[in-house]
């Protein structure tokens, strides 16, 4: 709470600008509690209680710029479920035969009538999603570290939530809190919600993070990608990460931490040589200094 002390002019309108100091995203309602009014000589003072706090101010997390996981590659994952869901009792259209077309595809009957390769048109199968998972489980830690922490976690998520929309890849983000929500977004339009719900979030989650992760891991038929963004590195995490990688999803970790302990250290050598692209978080580093990629 702040104390401002004006000097007005008799007769006179004065108008006062005053900057706030906003260290952590999140939303405040500010405004004025107590008017005290003293004359020239301080012979007299006059005390007005406001308790007025209706202006709502919404700060929300900083946006790096980072590369964007690319799920259009690779033969294990996204091609190959984007290969089984077209529809081959359904086809939308025919063409003329091109090199490098399937068999699988010919419209034989019409084929044999136009005397030449005919194959059928299917819908493009949908882009495969990425599934942003972050840890919103209580911290065991100062209060002040804690904000620290939340708010990089939020200032990653979003940077990876802007990146993937703009590669044009639909987005999923389950925030397990105390009120869970899941925010899913389909093109770059979409990123203010994503914005919004990481202003807001709370870190009060109940359940275990390592559990969040074993039942988001039962809904990833349409997802290509996975980012994962943690205060703690475990043993189950690491496993669930690499469980992930072998399923053939794109795979990145986030560990926002400024410790170098040997035991999680030696388990981000471990994911980074299994192909997870891993990355180690200072929350004490300014965000403008941040290479979130990896």
Same mark, same amino acid.
């Given at each position: 709470?702040?104390?401002?002390?004006?000097?007005?002019?008799?007769?006179?309108?004065?108008?006062?600008? &005053?900057?706030?100091?906003?260290?952590?995203?999140?939303? &405040?309602?500010?405004?004025?509690?107590?008017?005290? @009014?003293?004359?020239?000589?301080?012979?007299?003072?006059?005390?007005?209680?406001? *308790?007025?706090?209706?202006?709502?101010?919404?700060?929300?997390?900083?946006?790096?710029?980072?590369?964007? !996981?690319?799920?259009?590659?690779?033969?294990?994952?996204?091609?190959?479920?984007?290969?089984?869901? *077209?529809?081959?009792?359904?086809?939308?259209?025919?063409?003329? &035969?091109?090199? /490098? *077309?399937?068999?699988?595809? @010919?419209?034989?009957?019409?084929?044999?009538?136009?005397?030449?390769?005919?194959?059928?048109?299917?819908?493009?199968?949908? %882009?495969?999603?990425?599934?942003?998972?972050?840890?919103?489980?209580?911290?065991?830690?100062?209060?002040?570290?804690? +904000?620290?922490?939340?708010?990089?976690?939020?200032?990653?998520?979003?940077?990876?939530?802007?990146?993937?929309?703009?590669?044009?890849?639909?987005?999923? #983000?389950?925030?397990?809190?105390?009120?869970?929500?899941?925010?899913? /977004?389909?093109?770059?339009?979409?990123? /203010?919600?994503?914005?919004?719900? +990481?202003?807001?979030?709370?870190?009060?989650?109940?359940?275990?993070?390592?559990?969040?992760?074993?039942?988001?891991?039962?809904?990833?038929? %349409?997802?290509?990608?996975?980012?994962?963004?943690?205060?703690?590195?475990?043993?189950?995490?690491?496993?669930?990460?690499?469980? #992930?990688?072998?399923?053939?999803?794109?795979?990145?970790? &986030?560990?926002?931490?400024?410790?170098?302990?040997?035991?999680?250290?030696? #388990?981000?050598?471990?994911?980074?040589?299994?192909?997870?692209?891993?990355?180690? @978080?200072?929350?004490?580093?300014?965000?403008?200094? %941040?290479? !979130?990629?990896?």
């Amino acid at each position: 709470m702040d104390e401002l002390v004006i000097s007005p002019r008799p007769f006179f309108t004065t108008s006062l600008k &005053y900057m706030l100091k906003c260290p952590h995203r999140g939303v &405040y309602q500010v405004g004025v509690d107590t008017l005290w @009014v003293s004359d020239v000589f301080g012979l007299f003072t006059l005390r007005r209680v406001i *308790d007025d706090r209706s202006i709502v101010l919404t700060v929300q997390p900083n946006v790096d710029e980072i590369t964007a !996981l690319d799920l259009a590659s690779g033969e294990n994952g996204p091609e190959s479920m984007a290969r089984n869901t *077209d529809d081959m009792a359904s086809p939308s259209a025919v063409r003329a &035969y091109v090199e /490098g *077309d399937s068999l699988k595809k @010919v419209h034989w009957k019409l084929t044999m009538r136009k005397r030449e390769l005919i194959v059928r048109q299917y819908e493009e199968a949908a %882009r495969p999603d990425t599934l942003i998972m972050m840890d919103c489980g209580l911290m065991n830690t100062t209060r002040e570290m804690a +904000l620290d922490v939340e708010d990089t976690m939020c200032e990653v998520a979003a940077a990876v939530a802007l990146s993937q929309l703009r590669a044009g890849f639909p987005v999923r #983000m389950p925030l397990s809190s105390k009120n869970p929500m899941d925010v899913s /977004g389909q093109s770059l339009a979409d990123f /203010g919600r994503f914005l919004t719900a +990481l202003t807001e979030v709370r870190f009060d989650g109940e359940n275990p993070f390592e559990s969040v992760l074993e039942l988001e891991t039962r809904r990833l038929s %349409r997802s290509g990608g996975a980012v994962i963004i943690t205060q703690r590195m475990s043993t189950q995490i690491s496993d669930m990460a690499l469980r #992930m990688k072998r399923n053939g999803l794109k795979v990145r970790l &986030y560990w926002i931490s400024d410790s170098q302990r040997a035991e999680a250290m030696g #388990m981000l050598m471990r994911l980074s040589g299994m192909g997870v692209s891993v990355k180690r @978080v200072s929350p004490l580093c300014d965000w403008k200094e %941040r290479n !979130l990629a990896s």
